[in-house]
């Protein structure tokens, strides 16, 4: 597994998985704390690598928008 702070389009964590892989590591997943939507999700399932993160930026937004009010 790769951990990740922020996925945002996902080659970051994918060019680790790579070099992970090159060294003999098996690589099956991708883990974040936080998923900014923006493309490394389907990055991942094309390349056939599961994808887990604790929040989305949009659970972040909601969070700040309910505490605001």
């Given amino acids: 597994m790769v951990l990740e702070d922020v996925v945002t389009t996902g080659q970051s964590a994918l060019k680790a998985v790579e070099r992970l892989r090159g060294?003999?590591?098996?690589?099956?997943?991708v883990i974040s704390l936080v998923d900014r939507q923006q493309g490394g999700a389907e990055l991942y399932a094309q390349v056939g690598l599961a994808?887990?993160?604790v929040f989305t930026i949009?659970?972040?937004?909601?969070?700040l928008k309910a505490k605001s009010s």
């Fill in 51 to 53: 994808f887990d993160a």
């Fill in 23 to 29: 060294a003999g590591y098996v690589v099956d997943r």
């Fill in 58 to 63: 949009a659970d972040l937004q909601n969070f």
